[in-house]
């Protein structure tokens, strides 16, 4: 990168160490973050800055806030007795866009994963189960991932759930809208097939 020089060659090469930014992206961003006026580059500079300083747990679900409870743990208009697990904040971000869902999550911050040395201490699986024991839950789904790391966490979690005399759900999978099911893996029509429901 040293043809554009040494400061721009930096940022080129902190930008492409982002998730999901190659090379040509990292350039585009940077060229853009140069043409941008000196207040806007500050305002960017700060926010980044701010949130790596400010953001935490929160202290219920475990996803990424600002303050003690997130806005969903501290709002009246949530249904407390219903908690959705999901992998990662992204996950709840994702079921939040639905607009359906109206209870309370738990965020892991991960799945169950031998091969890459993660286990259930590395979870925040001790946290949800405080949660059970002193909150008046009446529901758990299950929603991770539908991978194998999903499915084995999914699995540990009902195991350890069940005992407590909870409901425990798993989210439906299945054939995705507009999918043609000649292309649908074997795995996902045998899900959309156990989780069919009457018309």
Not at 126 to 144: F, G, H, N, Y
């Amino acid at each position: 990168m040293d043809y554009f020089g040494n400061q721009i060659g930096k940022l080129i090469e902190e930008l492409s160490r982002l998730p999901g930014i190659g090379i040509k992206t990292a350039q585009r961003l940077a060229f853009h973050i140069i043409d941008m006026p000196v207040e806007q580059a500050e305002r960017l500079s700060k926010a980044i800055i701010d949130a790596k300083k400010q953001v935490k747990y929160c202290s219920k679900c475990c996803t990424i806030t600002d303050s003690e409870l997130c806005p969903i743990c501290s709002s009246p208009k949530r249904d407390l007795n219903t908690i959705m697990v999901v992998e990662d904040s992204r996950d709840m971000a994702a079921y939040e866009r639905t607009k359906q869902y109206q209870g309370v999550y738990h965020i892991l911050h991960g799945a169950i994963s031998p091969m890459l040395g993660i286990g259930p201490s590395e979870l925040k699986i001790k946290e949800l189960l405080t949660r059970l024991s002193s909150d008046s839950i009446k529901e758990v789904i299950l929603a991770t991932n539908s991978t194998i790391e999903g499915e084995a966490t999914a699995m540990y979690l009902s195991k350890l759930i069940k005992p407590l005399d909870i409901k425990v759900s798993r989210i439906a999978n299945g054939v995705p809208i507009g999918g043609d099911l000649e292309y649908v893996d074997e795995v996902t029509l045998s899900r959309a097939l156990e989780g069919r429901i009457e018309l």
